[in-house]
């Protein structure tokens, strides 16, 4: 046993010093500014753990990965959803490195907003990021091709998948930590747990089971709700439910955890810590608890009610979990891409 | 056009209080219709959540039915106006998803009502075969590409290596 110094207080004194992978996925790179976010108590996490990657801040090789013994990294904090073959190579090779792999933040979670482009394939996407957008300057039409050959041999990109996977999807996950991204307190909380080997059961996730809700100061009463307007359309009074106003807030069916963060700054929950525990898709459940409350007994008029309320149904329930909803995706126009109807 | 030989899977919601109970009656009354939908017996329509929908055709369902009492005569007040409002929202949503409206249907069938739960399961049955097979998994398999791309880079990472002093 070696004995590291004690520093600042730090809970992990005397423990010999852990290996801490990060990696990165299809993400904005918000989760790793999050990580910075603790402060200056990064400074405990490099105390307690060597990084061994971290693409973004540290200077270490996948060959680097790659030589290492299985089970050799203690800790991976994994964020983003599994988009391309790249990535998926990489989740499988931390997962078979690390002891414990953490689904870090709400893409490698469920998918998050890269999900949503499961209500497009890779066609779609393509047609727009390489065709359609004003800002696209491409006459001869290129895309990116998984084989290239070039006169020094084959050059090979990843390749881009139809549907985006979240990292459970993909590889065995430990443990999830929710938000996009997630606080700083309770990324330090994690690790805290992570380090005194404080930890819940094997595929929880990692925080509050309470909903967000339960952290809103707001006044509630019975909720009866005619008309739903969107967050321009009404500027919310601060006393009372958001909900009860009408605004679609994601709170009543999202985990707590940030301390109810936009309600506070009198903008509705989007849902972003995704469902508490027992909760097998986030936006079905979410429909149904705001459906229940439409004060309309009539067919129409709740037709009505819902149509004018939700002109776009997947981004108001599954910002943050499309790819892992039961359905993950609109059906694919060319249901025939390897696909088979088996 | 549909397979001749496709016998469509369909999973219905049946409240306790009353469709259940109809479908009782149709088969003590000898009342003929299609054996394709697999009976649940729930508490009440209002109890039938979109995920109970959801989870059905994403393990392979073509088709549901949510049955319930109906409006003004729940056991529980107003389960079934509940259930009505989660319908029509499901239903939106499972237009963007691309399925077709078709699939899923919410009737009021009482426990007087043999003879129209036979009718709805043989129109529900109909309209389903007619549609085809869902196979919703399917949409998210990945081509062979997929293996051929996850297997070249791991070579190619070998190859790269071996290069190395």
Known sequence: ?342 | MADEQFEPRIVGFLCRWCSYTGADLAGTSRIQYPPNVVPIRVMCSGRVDPTFVMKALADGADGVLIAGCHPGDCHYQEGNYKALRRYRMLLRMLDKFGIERDRVRLEWVSASEGEKFSHVVKDLTAKVRALGPLRWSANWEENGQRLEALESIVREHQEAMEVQP
């Open chain 1, 1 to 342: 046993m070696s004995t590291q110094p004690t520093k600042g207080g730090t809970p992990v004194a005397a423990k010999p010093k852990g290996k801490l992978a990060l990696y990165w996925a299809a993400s904005c790179g918000g989760c790793e500014i999050a990580v910075l976010q603790i402060d200056a108590k990064i400074l405990d996490v490099a105390a307690a753990f060597d990084v061994v990657l971290w693409p973004v801040a540290v200077d270490a090789k996948v060959r680097d990965v790659e030589k290492m013994p299985d089970k050799s990294i203690d800790v991976c904090l994994f964020n983003g959803g599994i988009r391309t073959s790249e990535q998926e190579y990489m989740a499988q090779l931390l997962r078979r490195k690390s002891k414990v792999l953490v689904a870090f933040g709400s893409c490698a979670h469920e998918g998050c907003i890269p999900g949503m482009a499961n209500m497009n394939d890779r066609e779609e996407i393509f047609n727009t990021a390489y065709r359609e957008t004003p800002s696209t300057d491409n006459p001869q039409d290129i895309r990116p091709q998984p084989e290239t050959k070039v006169p020094e041999g084959t050059l090979h990109l990843p390749v881009f998948y139809d549907t985006l996977k979240t990292l459970d999807q993909t590889v065995e996950v430990d443990y999830y930590l929710p938000g996009c991204p997630p606080e700083a307190d309770n990324i330090w909380a994690a690790i805290v747990a992570i380090l005194e080997g404080k930890l819940p059961p094997p595929g929880s996730v990692i925080g509050a089971n309470k909903s967000v809700c339960d952290e809103c100061k707001r006044e509630r009463s019975e909720k009866k709700i005619k008309r739903f307007y969107r967050t321009w359309q009404i500027k919310p009074d601060a006393e009372t439910c958001l909900l009860e106003q009408g605004l679609l807030c994601c709170g009543i069916a999202t985990r707590a955890g940030c301390g109810a963060l936009c309600p506070v700054v009198n903008s509705p929950c989007i849902g972003c810590h995704g469902p508490n525990d027992g909760v097998r898709d986030y936006g079905a459940r979410l429909m149904s608890a705001v459906a229940s409350v439409i004060d309309a007994e009539d067919p129409e008029e709740i037709e009505r009610i819902i149509e004018e309320g939700f002109p776009d149904p997947i981004g108001s329930f599954y910002r943050f979990s499309l790819a892992k909803s039961l359905l993950r995706r609109k059906k694919r126009s060319a249901n025939g891409d390897g696909a088979g109807a088996a």
